[in-house]
């Protein structure tokens, strides 16, 4: 392994050994809570722009197979930074190391570091810009050229993540065989609604569970007209997850504009932050963010605590929506808004991610109201 750096942009800087590709990479630096699911985040497409830091210790012990991808193509973050790595996976389902596969995609990577130390300073100063290089052994070249990048929330990130060309969906939820293989179909569901998803940097366990749910799912571009989307008679409209500040994603928020009353709406994530946009009111970005598996949010309806998934930087000021919606979800780490619901409309969001992967499978049932909500207009 080579020697490799990870320098912030306060000039804080980091020596371990690179395990990935060779070369340098600019990004947003993380943290993410989880101890298991290495694979689905780093093809996690909301992760575009961001170098992740995971704050579980050891990582790379049960491989990579091509099953747990969250997308297609490649991984989406830009660095990964772990504190110690295992190159001798053992797991029935593996297929490579994750050495191998970062190799393979052209992901700079770093282990050695004290990852409990670079998160504590994260959680202090915020997340902010950061480079890992393994071909420049300098702190202060890197440092500058950190400093020249004028960081994501500059950057419309969607536009590199979000499909090219509309699909259909039909694969649903994987279940385990007796011969240990991992299947998926769709359940037998006599009456299919129709759901077209934005595709803002979707992942496949969205569509997984939206098939599970019972939809005929079609997914679509994510600067795709309105009229075209409502052209296609859906019953209702998912907008999906996806990579940075929603306030660059301006054609989504004028295309959310035109459906809003028109159709039901389910907003998941940054889907979420785009429909609060499109409404009129404002995000504000976290200091340090909430990404990991173990977040307790609170319905407010029920008084049901979920553990859930969570991959944002930013959130929804409910206020500045001027009672348009209701509050319907809070975060319980920091009482952060965490979804809402439209006073008049069939609409309603979340900030976290309910179809986990990773993650707990609490929240799972927002899938199933969001067809209740559709079988209520019939």
Not at 68 to 81: C, R, T
Request: overall charge negative; some cysteine; hydrophobic content about 35%.
């Amino acid at each position: 392994m080579s020697k490799a750096l990870l320098v912030l942009a306060d000039g804080t800087y980091f020596e371990g050994k690179g395990f990935g590709a060779d070369g340098e990479s600019i990004g947003e630096v993380v943290f993410n809570t989880s101890m298991t699911g290495y694979q689905e985040i780093l093809t996690d497409p909301s992760y575009k722009g961001q170098i992740v830091t995971m704050t579980y210790t050891q990582i790379g012990n049960y491989g990579i197979n091509m099953t747990d991808v969250e997308s297609l193509n490649k991984p989406k973050v830009e660095g990964f930074i772990i504190k110690e790595y295992f190159d001798f996976p053992s797991n029935w389902r593996s297929q490579m190391t994750l050495s191998q596969y970062l190799k393979d995609n052209n992901i700079v990577a770093i282990e050695g570091i004290d990852t409990r130390a670079l998160t504590r300073h994260l959680r202090n100063s915020g997340v902010q810009m950061g480079i890992i290089s393994t071909v420049d052994s300098g702190p202060e070249s890197l440092f500058e050229k950190v400093r020249a990048h004028p960081g994501i929330s500059t950057l419309d990130l969607v536009k590199e993540v979000t499909t090219k060309e509309a699909y259909t969906w039909g694969e649903g939820c994987f279940t385990i065989s007796p011969l240990r293989r991992f299947t998926s179909s769709p359940l037998l569901i006599s009456d299919t609604k129709k759901v077209v998803v934005y595709d803002f940097g979707v992942k496949f366990n969205i569509l997984r569970n939206l098939v599970d749910a019972g939809f005929n799912v079609s997914v679509v571009p994510a600067y795709t007209p309105a009229e075209a989307v409502l052209e296609m008679k859906p019953d209702g409209v998912l907008l999906s997850n996806g990579p940075g500040d929603p306030e660059t994603v301006t054609y989504g928020i004028e295309n959310v504009k035109k459906l809003i009353g028109k159709k039901p709406i389910f907003g998941i994530c940054l889907g979420h932050q785009i429909l609060g946009l499109a409404m009129g009111g404002r995000t504000y970005k976290l200091k340090f963010g909430h990404h990991g598996g173990n977040h307790p949010v609170k319905d407010l309806k029920t008084g049901r605590v979920e553990i859930t998934a969570q991959n944002h930087n930013y959130c929804v000021d409910i206020n500045s929506l001027k009672g348009q919606v209701r509050l319907t979800h809070q975060n319980l780490f920091d009482g952060s808004e965490e979804g809402m619901e439209h006073v008049e409309y069939p609409v309603f969001s979340v900030q976290h991610h309910p179809e986990a992967g990773p993650g707990p499978n609490d929240s799972t049932h927002l899938f199933k109201r969001f067809r209740e909500m559709m079988e209520e207009r019939c």
